[in-house]
Antibody, heavy 120, light 108 residues
Framework: QLQLQESGSGLVKPSQTLSLTCAVS??????????WNWIRQPPGKGLEWIGY???????YYNPSLKSRVTISLDLSENHFSLKMTSVTAADTAVYFC????????????WGQGTLVTVSS | DIQMTQSPSSVSASVGDRVTITCRAS??????LAWYQQKAGTAPKLLIY???RLQTGVPSRFSGSGSGTEFTLTIDSLQPEDIATYYC??????????FGGGTKVEIK
């Protein structure tokens, strides 16, 4: 059974960089044509898709976040990562990693999520 | 961006009732719609994709229908374990994937 697990800094100061990693087990990030995604949810609010990466390294980002976001992939470690620069309090959220099937843009496996708080 | 509007924002029903949640898209998304269930403190779980396809392992009391701009999620015979917030998501307008605002389902 595929499992995803987020890890990273839970508290980030304003204007600094948020860094998270999603470890994948029970499967490979090198699998054919699956995409590996980041999605976030501010406390008490709805879901926002951040972006994804394919095993080829090709990335797509939500245009509203594109200028601040980088997603990368480590095939040897079987994980993928998110970096978001210049964070503000509005970036406080639970961050989820998730997988999407080939040629589809819905999410069939999710990590449990990790809360990132932006505060000085 | 395509706006996804869910109604109602919350619903209270008795065990065994049928519950229907509506999701409207601001423009046509064909059948590129998914439904998720999110229980408190947990990650969303995929229930339905392609508007009406049941994800493996999801109970058959859940069903989805619709196309274009109007979609419904139906829970036949509500069970206590169905207490959750339900979200729709459009998968038509990539890379501008968007979710609905959520519908909270409670037991009366």
């Amino acid at each position: 059974q595929l499992q995803l697990q987020e890890s990273g800094s839970g508290l980030v100061k304003p204007s600094q960089t948020l860094s998270l990693t999603c470890a994948v087990s029970g499967g490979s990030v090198n699998s054919d044509n699956y995409s590996w995604n980041w999605i976030r949810q501010p406390p008490g609010k709805g879901l926002e898709w951040i972006g994804y990466i394919y095993r080829s390294g090709r990335t797509y980002y939500n245009p509203s976040l594109k200028s601040r976001v980088t997603i990368s992939l480590d095939l040897s470690e079987n994980h993928f990562s998110l970096k978001m620069t210049s964070v503000t309090a509005a970036d406080t959220a639970v961050y989820f990693c998730a997988r999407a099937p080939p040629s589809d843009y819905y999410f069939d496996f999710w990590g449990q999520g990790t809360l990132v708080t932006v505060s000085s | 961006d395509i706006q996804m509007t869910q109604s109602p924002s919350s619903v209270s029903a008795s065990v065994g009732d049928r519950v229907t949640i509506t999701c409207r898209a601001s423009e046509s998304i064909s059948r590129w719609l998914a439904w998720y269930q999110q229980k408190a403190g947990t990650a969303p779980k995929l229930l339905i994709y392609g508007a009406s396809r049941l994800q493996t392992g999801v109970p058959s009391r859940f069903s989805g229908s619709g196309s274009g701009t109007e979609f419904t999620l139906t829970i036949d015979s509500l069970q206590p374990e169905d207490i959750a917030t339900y979200y729709c998501q459009q998968a038509n307008s990539f890379p501008r994937l968007t979710f609905g605002g959520g519908t909270k389902v409670e037991i009366k």
